[in-house]
């Protein structure tokens, strides 16, 4: 409850100063990071003028992350009423969570329909599907261990990556080390993250595609929101 006050009362301090915050989500994979005003503050309530796409995130995660001049950290808060059409949040229980949320704001985009994925570590070969990617590193989800009773793969262990890209149907060989293996509660599925070497052959492709992806992905937030604009006016 103490945190709670503490950030309200910064918060407020930022209201009557004018300055704005910064909110930050996801979707599918890309940062939706904008500015974000402070209206009113009314027990541990907090009303915010906020960015379309941000409305749009928050009524679907039912979450942001609220980053800020004179905020220690960056905070989680809960979505508890949106509203699209005024592009008006209020948010609720800050809880602080460090840094680290306010750094990852790396585009990692979600591929738009399922892409066969093979990694392969000098002995065997492993099929897959695309999580997500970036200019670093590649998300993979795998049924190896339903597949052959065992999870082949380790962290720091060097890989290849062939991803067979979408629309060209070109195949892109990565080369990466393994950063994280997470086990995906409730289904056969591992979760596998790869941190990719640069690689001058591989590089121009890659950026092209996330750079078309990031487009789409956006044009698909605009669509949302204007479908939730207009429900919300047909209500009103």
Do not use: W
């Not at 940062?31 to 009113?40: D, F, G, Q, Y």
């Not at 979600?110 to 970036?134: C, F, N």
């Amino acid at each position: 409850m103490a945190q709670q006050d503490n950030v309200t009362r910064i918060l407020d301090l930022l209201r009557e100063q004018h300055k704005p915050v910064r909110l930050i989500n996801t979707y599918r994979g890309i940062p939706i990071s904008n500015e974000a005003r402070i209206i009113t503050i009314s027990q541990g309530y907090v009303a915010f003028s906020v960015h379309e796409y941000q409305a749009v995130c928050m009524t679907l995660e039912g979450k942001t992350f609220v980053q800020g001049e004179l905020l220690s950290e960056v905070y989680q808060a809960r979505a508890v009423a949106v509203d699209v059409l005024t592009r008006q949040a209020i948010l609720t229980e800050f809880v602080g969570v460090g840094n680290t949320v306010g750094k990852r704001l790396a585009v990692r985009v979600q591929p738009k329909e399922p892409v066969d994925v093979e990694i392969y570590d000098g002995k065997r070969r492993i099929p897959g599907k695309l999580a997500d990617i970036s200019s670093t590193g590649v998300g993979v989800f795998t049924f190896a261990t339903y597949i052959y009773g065992e999870l082949s793969f380790e962290k720091s262990e060097n890989v290849f990556i062939d991803v067979r890209m979408p629309v060209s149907d070109a195949i892109l060989r990565f080369e990466g080390k393994i950063t994280s293996v997470v086990h995906q509660k409730g289904t056969f599925l591992h979760r596998l993250g790869v941190k990719l070497l640069p690689n001058p052959a591989t590089d121009q492709p890659l950026l092209q595609y996330i750079s078309q992806r990031q487009e789409e992905i956006l044009r698909e937030l605009k669509a949302i929101y204007d479908t939730m604009a207009q429900d919300k006016e047909k209500r009103a």
